[in-house]
C-alpha cells in the first residue's frame, strides 16, 4: 500500500516563473487537501477537494494559484509570475470520507519551493 | 481568527526522561475531534492520534499517551521513556469551527530533541 506522493521533492525557480506541484493521493481517498507550511510553523490550509470538485479556497490562495483534480484522483498545484514570499514547502494531504466525521488526514513528503 | 497554541516551541530532554507537550485549541462547536501529527527531521507528517470531544477518557498507545480536558481546552500529549527516535516537531490540530471542508488548524508546533 502507498501513501501519499508528491512529485517534484524540491524546486528552485525564478521569481515571475510559473511552477505545478502534484499529489497523488491514497487510491482510496477522495478528499484531498492542500496546505502550505512555512518555517517554524505548522501547516496552513491552502485548498479542498472532495473528489474532482474544489469546494473550498483559503484567502492564502490569491489568483496567481490555481488547483485542479481532474477525475478525482491526482491533483496539481499550479503558481504563476512566483514571488518570493511564495518559497515554502507545499503539502498534500488525502483522507477518506468519513460522512460527517472527521477522517484523519494522511500527508505526502512535500514540495519545498525555493523562489530565488 | 480562531487558535491553537502550542506555547511550547522547544524542548529538550535527556532519553528515558518523560515528556508532556501541551496544547490549547479554541472552539465554538459542541462535539469536536482534535489530532496529533509527528513531524520528524524528514519532513513527513505523521498522524498519532485522533479524538473525539464525547470520549474524555486518557489515552495510551504504548509510550505514548493523551490528556483530553474538555474544561480547559487542553489536548496534552505525553511520552514516557523519551527515546533518540522521537526527536521531531509536534503539532497539534483542530477543525474550525462550523466547518464543512474538513480541514485542520494547526498549532505552531513544539519541537522535542531527546538527547542520548
Known amino acids: 500500500d502507498t501513501g501519499v506522493s508528491q512529485d517534484p521533492r524540491h524546486k528552485i525557480t525564478k521569481r515571475g516563473q510559473n511552477v505545478t506541484f502534484r499529489c497523488d493521493p491514497i487510491s482510496e481517498h477522495n478528499r484531498l487537501y492542500w496546505y502550505r507550511q512555512t518555517l517554524g510553523q505548522g501547516p496552513e490550509f491552502l485548498t479542498y477537494f472532495q473528489n474532482e470538485a474544489q469546494l473550498e479556497k483559503s484567502r492564502l490562495l490569491s489568483d496567481r494559484f490555481s488547483a485542479e483534480r481532474p477525475k478525482g484522483s491526482f491533483s496539481t498545484l499550479e503558481i504563476q509570475r512566483t514571488e518570493q514570499g511564495d518559497s515554502a514547502m507545499y503539502l498534500c494531504?488525502?483522507?477518506?470520507?468519513?460522512?460527517?466525521?472527521?477522517?484523519?488526514?494522511?500527508f505526502g513528503p512535500g514540495t519545498r519551493l525555493t523562489v530565488l | 481568527a480562531q487558535k491553537v497554541t502550542q506555547a511550547q516551541t522547544e524542548i529538550s530532554v535527556v532519553e528515558k526522561e518523560d515528556v508532556t507537550l501541551d496544547c490549547v485549541y479554541e472552539?465554538?462547536?459542541?462535539?469536536?475531534?482534535l489530532f496529533w501529527y509527528k513531524q520528524p527531521p524528514s519532513g513527513e507528517l505523521v498522524f498519532l492520534i485522533r479524538?473525539?470531544?464525547?470520549?474524555?477518557q486518557n489515552e495510551i498507545s504504548g509510550r505514548y499517551s493523551w490528556n483530553f480536558q474538555k474544561s480547559t481546552s487542553s489536548f496534552n500529549f505525553t511520552i514516557t521513556a523519551s527515546q533518540v527516535v522521537d526527536s521531531a516537531v509536534y503539532f497539534c490540530a483542530v477543525p474550525p469551527w462550523m466547518d464543512s471542508s474538513y480541514k485542520l488548524i494547526f498549532g505552531s508546533g513544539t519541537r522535542l530533541l531527546v538527547r542520548p
Open positions: 472552539t465554538r462547536d459542541t462535539t469536536y475531534y
Open positions: 494531504a488525502s483522507s477518506l470520507d468519513g460522512g460527517a466525521s472527521y477522517n484523519e488526514q494522511f
Open positions: 479524538r473525539n470531544s464525547f470520549d474524555e
